[in-house]
């Protein structure tokens, strides 16, 4: 089969390689779609890849596709079924999966990373890893689901966003636009966004900002803006998906008394914040890290019934011989989408 084989020293290449066979407990799918995701560009423009991963790698863990073999252990699952994969894979027996917060698993492991992944015609997953797609759901949209959406989605759930609340969304990535969608569908009163993107300000209004501000503007002026558009002492929920040491001081100078900052950006800041004001005016602070299996879920839940549409972050759609041009691509207006047998 062909796929797309990354390795530092060489950079992307088409190629043909084994077609994947199923392991007992696995599935082979034919892939209809995988997302081009934020830390495949990392990895691909040099920085260090997550644990467990090894070079000559086929990167690509938002994946979407059918099944086409079963290993001799999977029951639940059929020839022809659509799925999406959730890509992270959990050990099940650490503390953070025993109290069922398998997303901080201390030994997890992700498809596209520490085995192969989905820019490929084929992939063998762990069956215990697929979700069912409806048939409302292209695999396009529904590949994006799997970790695009379903990371600002844990994020929301652990701040508590609620609808009639105000949100703001630090960062315009294909992270922060996914949670601007998102809060839509949370049924948020109001939603605004702060980019340090140029062209941030314009692809944050398309993707449901009522208000963006950029972080060119002085910090007191953007904090102003915002407490004003907010009302009510300030916002309800910020979610920071930069994390840097300013966002994170403006995430908590424009946060209401007793509400909260949930921080998903993971940059390499120390941040330094005010202890006694914070506490005063009962700041809760969340760390937010992936997604679970269930997100995945209810997102394809979400999806099939017109509450959410994915489809509206998807930048580009490229077959796979032409990956390239998807890593090359503007970031901030979505994600890129590959297709590998079109």
Not at 267 to 296: L, N
Request: glycine letters at 10%; proline letters at 5%.
């Amino acid at each position: 089969m062909r796929a797309v084989v990354f390795s530092p020293d060489t950079g992307f290449r088409v190629t043909d390689v084994e077609t994947p066979v199923a392991a007992p407990d696995e599935v082979v799918l034919r892939v209809a779609a995988c997302g081009v995701c934020g830390s495949d560009r990392q990895v691909a423009s040099g920085e260090s890849a997550p644990a467990g991963t090894s070079f000559p790698l086929v990167m690509g863990h938002e994946i979407a596709g059918y099944i086409v073999a079963l290993g001799s252990e999977v029951e639940r699952w059929s020839a022809g079924d659509d799925v999406v994969v959730y890509p992270f894979i959990e050990c099940g027996t650490c503390a953070a999966c025993i109290h069922g917060q398998a997303n901080l698993c201390v030994r997890q492991t992700c498809i596209g990373y520490a085995r192969q992944g989905g820019f490929a015609e084929q992939v063998a997953v762990p069956a215990k890893q697929l979700v069912a797609r409806p048939k409302a759901v292209s695999e396009t949209s529904a590949a994006l689901l799997v970790d695009a959406f379903a990371t600002p989605y844990r994020a929301m759930n652990d701040a508590g966003v609620e609808s009639g609340q105000t949100v703001l969304v630090i960062g315009t990535g294909g992270l922060g636009l996914a949670a601007l969608r998102l809060a839509r569908a949370f049924g948020v009163r109001s939603v605004g966004a702060v980019t340090r993107r140029p062209e941030g300000i314009s692809t944050a209004t398309q993707h449901g900002a009522d208000i963006a501000i950029s972080t060119d503007e002085p910090e007191r002026s953007m904090a102003r803006q915002l407490r004003r558009w907010a009302g009510a002492g300030g916002v309800d929920v910020v979610i920071d998906t930069i994390a840097s040491t300013g966002t994170l001081a403006l995430a908590l100078e424009v946060v209401r008394p007793g509400g909260t900052v949930a921080v998903v950006g993971m940059s390499e800041d120390e941040a330094m914040f005010p202890v006694a004001k914070t506490v005063r005016r009962g700041t809760r602070i969340v760390a937010s890290y992936g997604s679970r299996i269930e997100d995945v879920r209810k997102l394809m839940d979400w999806a099939a019934s017109g509450r959410l549409d994915p489809s509206q972050l998807i930048a580009g759609i490229v077959p796979l011989d032409q990956l390239e041009k998807a890593f090359s691509g503007q970031r901030s207006s979505g994600r890129w989408v590959i297709t590998p047998n079109s």
